[in-house]
């Protein structure tokens, strides 16, 4: 199985997905035991069949931001909407569905000048997906969502000069290939406890790689099929959420990802006089962990009374992330220094919400740490009984 090319325009092309849902954002993206909201469709979609009885529409957007990487590469991602934006419905006490798109890999440029090379990649993996979940028995909930995700590269080119003469330009193009990948998610709740496990399948897209020599229009690549493909994850996790004193409660959640990286296999590229087996990406561990406290607050304009009062809510959440991005182990210094191994990244969120406890939330979270800075910002629509 192939994947991105060994060009060194994918030498900062990282696969670090993540969900981005305003509220799973401030808590690190700690949901698979959590489950408890619109994000559950993207993430452990048994969790569709615990929202309360209700239509949930769940919207946000993420700012742009800029990073300089280490080894000198400008990272620019687009302002978007958060993933997963989903619609969910419960339907009767034992089946929820939802309607949702994710960003598998958000919208993203990099930009990258050696000295000798120099170029521009934008690309994005997204698209519309179905979920449902089902209660099984009265604490065992099993889902499944699917989700067809599109490959585009938007933009993707960079020249090489060699002795002070441009001597070649690579292309790379798509034509939004999309394939099809599945979630599968169990989900246990126990009193203040629940458990979660679930398995995102990953996929490849194609893509097509060109190159000539625009000193004497020599084609030195025709257009090579190459492959793009996404890791499986593997995610397990914990959720703890005991009811305190008048309406207050706080919640702890815990979250274990084993990310096949590993799966993920270099291509070769026509004119790089390199073995495709000198690069290789680990697969790794990713973990996370999140905590939130509720305060009720406006008990007199609450929309369902005093009884109800609206919460205020405050998050944080902490994320290891593995190196997503391919290390050359040959033995050219250049090609170390192009391709060096990468670390991992550790990620800090803090996020603030206030709302009514049935029919709305809005929600703002902040991600620093390393060379990544995200804003996100979103609002949760939830009307009970809109099914009997």
């Not at 800029?66 to 991602?77: E, Q």
Request: with cysteine; net charge positive.
């Amino acid at each position: 199985m192939c994947a991105q090319t060994i060009d060194p325009i994918f030498r900062s092309w990282r696969w670090t997905e993540d969900v981005t849902a305003a509220r799973a954002f401030g808590l690190a993206g700690a949901v698979t035991g959590l489950a408890d909201d619109g994000a559950a469709a993207a993430f452990n979609p048994a969790g569709l069949a615990t929202i309360p009885r209700a239509g949930e529409l769940q919207l946000g957007l993420k700012t742009a931001n800029d990073a300089t990487l280490p080894n000198g590469d400008r990272i620019h991602n687009l302002t978007k909407g958060t993933t997963p934006a989903s619609l969910a419905l419960r339907i009767g006490s034992r089946v929820g569905l939802s309607y949702h798109f994710v960003d598998l890999r958000s919208a993203s440029r990099i930009d990258f000048d050696d000295g000798r090379e120099r170029g521009s990649l934008k690309t994005s993996v997204n698209g519309p997906g179905i979920g449902l979940g089902v209660r099984v028995s009265p604490f065992v909930n099993i889902g499944l969502s699917v989700t067809a995700y599109r490959f585009y590269i938007n933009e993707g080119d960079y020249t090489r000069v060699t002795g002070g003469r441009l001597d070649t330009v690579v292309r790379f193009n798509s034509n939004g290939d999309t394939r099809v990948a599945g979630t599968v998610g169990a989900l246990v709740k126990a009193r203040e406890l629940s458990y979660g496990l679930a398995f995102r399948l990953g996929r490849r897209w194609r893509g097509r790689r060109t190159a000539i020599d625009p000193s004497t229009s020599r084609v030195l690549d025709e257009g090579t099929t190459f492959g793009v493909r996404s890791p499986s994850v593997l995610s397990s996790g914990i959720a703890w959420q005991p009811e305190l004193r008048r309406a207050q409660s706080f919640l702890l959640s815990a979250q274990l990802d084993r990310v096949f990286l590993g799966k993920i296999e270099p291509s070769p590229a026509s004119g790089l006089p390199f073995a495709a087996s000198d690069y290789r990406m680990k697969s790794g561990f990713e973990w996370r962990a999140g905590g939130e406290l509720t305060i009720p607050v406006l008990g007199r304009w609450a929309s369902h009374g005093a009884g109800r009062p609206n919460r205020l809510q405050f998050r944080a959440g902490f994320l290891h992330q593995p190196a997503g991005s391919f290390v050359y182990e040959g033995a050219d210094p250049v090609q170390q220094g192009l391709f060096p191994a990468a670390g991992a990244r550790n990620l800090v969120s803090i996020g603030t919400s206030i709302g009514g406890v049935t029919m709305w939330r809005l929600s703002g979270a902040y991600r620093f740490g390393g060379d990544y800075r995200q804003a996100v910002v979103g609002v949760a629509i939830r009307y009970p009984g809109l099914f009997p």
